[in-house]
C-alpha cells in the first residue's frame, strides 16, 4: 500500500493547460481502470472530478479530462482559470479492496 | 441533499481512544459502500477504512489494522470508526466520504472532524 506518485507542484497561466501525472504499480493504477482524481482548495473537503479513469461526474466542467498508460494515470486542465488552483489527489482501487492515494499536487495559477 | 456530518473528534492523550460517527441523510444509506480518509495538517490524503453494503466486509489501510475498527449502523444512516491506542501520528482530520454507487470512488465528503493526540 504505498502511496501513488504525484509531482509536489504544477503551475501554468491562466487559458494554459497543465498535466499531473499519477504513478503506481500494476498492483493498483496499472491493474484496473478505477482511478479517481480529487480536488482540493483550502480548508474544505476533497471534490470528485474524475472517476474510472475518464468519467467526469455531473457538474464538472469539461475543462478536466483523465487518462491512463500503463502505471501511469493523468489528469490534464485546459483553459486554466484563477479558480483552478487548489491541491489534486489521484487516487487508484488497489487489489485486497484496498485504496491508495498519491501524495498531491499543488496548483498554482500565475 | 446528500449529506454527511462527522462528529466525534477532540483532544485525546496518547494511548487513549476514540470513536467517530457519520450521520447521513438524502440517500439510501444501506445502498453505498462507505469510507474514512484521514488528512494529517498539511499533508495529503490517506485512505483508512472501506466498509461494504451491510458491513459484513472491511478493508483497512495495512499499518492501522488491528488499532481501528469501521462499522455502520444502516438503521440510523451511520458510520463510525473506533480508534484505540491512539498515537501522535494519528492526529487529523478525519473524512467520511460516500462510494460512488457501485464504484470505487468517492462523490460526496464530510467536513471532516480533527483528532488530536497529544499530552
Known amino acids: 500500500q504505498s502511496a501513488l506518485t504525484q509531482p509536489a507542484s504544477v503551475s501554468g497561466s491562466p487559458g494554459q493547460s497543465i498535466t499531473i501525472s499519477c504513478t503506481g504499480t500494476t498492483s493498483d493504477v496499472g491493474g484496473y481502470d478505477f482511478v479517481s482524481w480529487y480536488q482540493q482548495h483550502p480548508g474544505k473537503a476533497p471534490k470528485l472530478i474524475i472517476n474510472d479513469v475518464i468519467q467526469r461526474p455531473s457538474g464538472v466542467s469539461n475543462r478536466f479530462s483523465g487518462s491512463k498508460s500503463g502505471n501511469t494515470a493523468s489528469l490534464t486542465i485546459s483553459g486554466l482559470q484563477a479558480e483552478d488552483e487548489a491541491d489534486y489527489y489521484c487516487?487508484?482501487?488497489?487489489?485486497?479492496?484496498?485504496?491508495?492515494f498519491g501524495g498531491g499536487t499543488k496548483l498554482t495559477v500565475l | 441533499e446528500v449529506q454527511l456530518v462527522e462528529s466525534g473528534g477532540g483532544l485525546v492523550q496518547p494511548g487513549g481512544s476514540l470513536r467517530l460517527s457519520c450521520a447521513a441523510s438524502?440517500?439510501?444509506?444501506?445502498?453505498?459502500?462507505m469510507t474514512w480518509v484521514r488528512q494529517a495538517p498539511g499533508k495529503g490524503l490517506e485512505w483508512v477504512a472501506t466498509i461494504k453494503l451491510d458491513g459484513s466486509q472491511t478493508f483497512y489501510v495495512d499499518s492501522l489494522k488491528g488499532r481501528f475498527t469501521i462499522s455502520r449502523d444502516n438503521a440510523k444512516n451511520s458510520l463510525y470508526l473506533q480508534m484505540n491506542s491512539l498515537r501522535g501520528e494519528d492526529t487529523a482530520v478525519y473524512y467520511c466520504a460516500r462510494h460512488l454507487l457501485g464504484q470505487r470512488s468517492f462523490d460526496y465528503w464530510g467536513q471532516g472532524t480533527l483528532v488530536t493526540v497529544s499530552s
Open positions: 487516487s487508484s482501487y488497489s487489489s485486497g479492496d484496498t485504496a491508495v
Open positions: 438524502g440517500f439510501t444509506f444501506s445502498g453505498h459502500w
